[in-house]
Nanobody, 123 residues
Framework: VQLQASGGGLVQAGGSLRLSCAAS????????MGWFRQAPGKEREFVAA????????YYADSAKGRFTISRDNAKNTAYLQMNSLKPEDTAVYYC?????????????????WGQGTQVTVSS
């Protein structure tokens, strides 16, 4: 599976962005998808994950109430809608796919990664 993340950019605090992750292949619906982020000088951290069917979703505490993960299996695409953005959300955001369809919070349990898209939130 190849993943291509897009949709990052520069936004003011309180604004919104929608990230997309386009996947190649015909088995997209069998993969759990996750979003992670990495700020300068910090470790990569979990943001959100969604099962292949979209039936189960999990968010990091920092994302709850502001971010929404979703997927469109017909388009082989996962999304991360980010609202009420804060300067501390500034990071490179990565999408990832996991062969086993279970939600995991650690980056090491994901098999495929996109290239990352920069999100910068100004105060």
């Amino acid at each position: 599976v190849q993943l291509q993340a897009s949709g990052g950019g520069l936004v003011q605090a309180g604004g919104s962005l929608r990230l997309s992750c386009a996947a190649s292949g015909r088995t997209f619906s069998s993969y759990a998808m996750g979003w992670f982020r990495q700020a300068p000088g910090k470790e990569r951290e979990f943001v959100a994950a969604i099962r292949g069917s979209g039936s189960t979703i999990y968010y990091a505490d920092s994302a709850k109430g502001r971010f929404t993960i979703s997927r469109d299996n017909a388009k082989n695409t996962a999304y991360l809608q980010m609202n009420s953005l804060k300067p501390e959300d500034t990071a490179v955001y990565y999408c990832a796919a996991r062969r086993a369809d279970g939600l995991r919070l650690t980056s090491g349990e994901y098999d495929f990664w996109g290239q990352g898209t920069q999100v910068t939130v100004s105060s």
